[in-house]
């Protein structure tokens, strides 16, 4: 704990990337990125699928960018490689795999900054991390035979298998689409449509389910699973069981109330409590990113809330737009 931080940011995401970077042109030059993962944007690089479209408004909803970090749209590639080439372009120092724990206020002011085997201190901090870096579950057990065929992202699906995704968000009709070219997909929604998805992604289902390419089971509950000779048979409430060689939930991801609480962080509805500036009740202590939304995903929405907080911190706006 010699080294003293200006800034500690937790979480290497677009909100965390962004709050960095602009409180680094307004003359901040001490600032840290904690990261629990290998690498930044760790959402990104598991959740989307490869080539999957990002864009600045994301599920139709027009944002205007505030600071000086020029997004636009591309894919999941393009959007890693620019946040690569910022970071590159500026001094801040990345720290990955480091398991932020919790965080306290000192007596003078600043805070430290707990991790495993660790503490680093810093003067102001900025927790950014994700809802999705903790995907939803469901509520009945999953027996243990059958836990490697039920995942939470594409990363371990085949071809060829019959497949039922869970969910009626954009991750789910996404997954969906995507393995019905090389499996037997049906997906689950406990709803009568997929008005959660935004309209590309509501089309592009529509458009599967019409051709026969996904077979659609809304407004169906399911009740639990259970192993049927290694597939997984699924129990639903309105339909008979059906055995699935593989289950994928994509049923969004929770706020981290316990590290929240850890750190002193009040919530309500399940949100932190934030002022106007994205500062918490606790002074010096910010929130932003998809902690801090309804649903979480809008990458220009975290963009706008790094640059506010390195507006607030340094007292107004020293670098702005032309």
Not at 96 to 102: A, F, G, I, L, Q
Not at 207 to 228: S, T
Request: aromatic share 8%; charged share 30%; proline share 3%.
């Amino acid at each position: 704990m010699s080294q003293v931080y200006e800034l500690a940011i937790v979480g290497a995401g677009p909100a965390g990337i962004a709050t960095a970077v602009e409180s680094y042109l307004q003359g901040v030059r001490n600032i840290v990125l904690l990261e629990k993962d290998e690498n930044h944007n760790s959402t990104i690089r598991k959740y989307y699928k490869d080539n999957k479209r990002v864009d600045v408004d994301w599920k139709g909803q027009k944002v205007e960018l505030d600071g000086n970090i020029y997004f636009i749209d591309g894919t999941k590639e393009s959007t890693l490689d620019f946040f690569d080439e910022i970071l590159k372009n500026h001094s801040v120092e990345l720290q990955t795999h480091v398991e932020v724990s919790s965080i306290e206020k000192q007596e003078d002011g600043s805070f430290e900054v707990f991790m495993a085997g660790k503490s680093i201190k810093a003067k102001y901090v900025v927790v950014t991390i994700g809802r999705m870096g903790k995907p939803n579950k469901p509520s009945y057990k999953i027996p243990p035979a059958i836990r490697k065929k039920v995942n939470y992202t594409l990363d371990d699906c085949g071809e060829g298998e019959k497949v039922l995704v869970v969910g009626g968000g954009d991750s789910a009709v996404e997954y969906a689409v995507d393995l019905s070219e090389k499996n037997d997909v049906s997906i689950c929604y406990r709803r009568e449509t997929f008005r959660r998805a935004n309209p590309t992604n509501q089309r592009d289902i529509a458009n599967a389910i019409m051709h026969k390419e996904v077979r659609a089971l809304l407004g169906v509950n399911i009740d639990g699973l259970e192993d049927d000779d290694g597939k997984v048979k699924v129990v639903f409430n309105e339909i008979e069981p059906e055995s699935f060689d593989r289950v994928i939930y994509a049923i969004g991801g929770t706020t981290p109330s316990s590290f929240l609480a850890s750190s002193g962080i009040k919530e309500e509805d399940g949100k932190p409590v934030h002022d106007e500036n994205y500062e918490t009740n606790i002074k010096g202590l910010f929130v932003a990113g998809d902690i801090t939304q309804e649903s979480g995903g809008s990458i220009a929405l975290g963009l706008n809330h790094g640059y506010a907080i390195a507006c607030h911190i340094q007292g107004g706006c020293r670098v702005c737009k032309d």
